[in-house]
C-alpha cells in the first residue's frame, strides 16, 4: 500500500482480531456470555455488536470505494481530518469517558455461542483488511463514507477507517474488563 495510514489500519484490524481469540481464548460458553450486571453486556455481546455494526460499515465503506474510483478522486496524502472527524474518533477511543447507548439496530442478541462470534468476528477483521487495500489511492479525505451514526452524515474514507478502529478498541477493552471479572 502506499499510503501508511492505510497500512497502520491493516496491521491494527489484523492485530484487532488477535487481541480477540486472546479475550475469547478458554472460555466456556457461559464464561462467553457472562454479564458483570444486568445493564451491561457480556463478552459475546461486545463482540456481536461489533459483528453488527461492522457489517454496516462494510456495505458504507464499499460502495463509498466504488464512487471514490468511478469519480476518479484519487490522492496521496499526507491526509488530514476536520475537528468533527477528530472528535467523532477521540468520543469512539478507550478508555470510554462517557457512556453511549447503541442504537436498537445495534443492539446485539444474547447467548450466541463462541463458536459462532470469534469466526464471523475474525472475518470481519479479514474483510476491512481487504477494503484498505482497495482503498489505496484514493483521496482519504474527499472520498465520504456515510456513517452508522446518521444517514446524514458523512466522514471521509480516512477518518471512518480510524474510527472503526477506535470504536473496535473500546468493545474489545470492555470485553477485556468483562473477562477480568468472570465470576462463575
Not at 17 to 43: H, M, Y
Not at 98 to 112: I, M
Request: with cysteine; hydrophobic share 40%; glycine share 6%.
Amino acid at each position: 500500500m502506499t499510503a501508511p495510514e492505510l497500512a497502520e489500519y491493516y496491521q491494527q484490524f489484523g492485530k484487532i482480531a488477535e487481541e480477540a481469540e486472546q479475550v475469547t481464548k478458554g472460555l466456556s460458553e457461559a464464561q462467553f456470555n457472562w454479564r458483570p450486571a444486568p445493564d451491561k453486556w457480556s463478552v459475546e455481546e461486545c463482540l456481536a455488536h461489533l459483528i453488527i455494526v461492522g457489517q454496516w460499515e462494510l456495505k458504507a465503506i464499499e460502495q463509498a470505494i466504488e464512487n471514490g474510483r468511478a469519480k476518479g478522486i484519487t490522492g496521496s496524502g499526507p491526509f488530514s481530518y476536520g475537528p468533527v472527524e477528530r472528535l467523532i474518533i477521540d468520543l469512539s477511543r478507550p478508555p470510554v469517558r462517557r457512556g453511549v447507548s447503541a442504537p436498537r439496530r445495534f443492539q446485539p442478541l444474547r447467548d450466541q455461542p463462541v463458536t459462532a462470534i470469534l469466526p464471523t468476528f475474525t472475518h470481519l477483521q479479514a474483510q476491512f483488511q481487504a477494503l484498505t487495500e482497495r482503498a489505496d489511492g484514493l483521496h482519504l479525505t474527499r472520498v465520504k463514507v456515510v456513517t452508522p451514526i446518521s444517514r446524514f452524515l458523512k466522514m471521509s474514507l480516512g477518518a471512518m477507517f480510524a474510527q472503526i478502529v477506535a470504536h473496535e478498541r473500546r468493545h474489545l477493552d470492555q470485553a477485556r474488563r468483562v473477562r477480568d471479572a468472570i465470576s462463575i
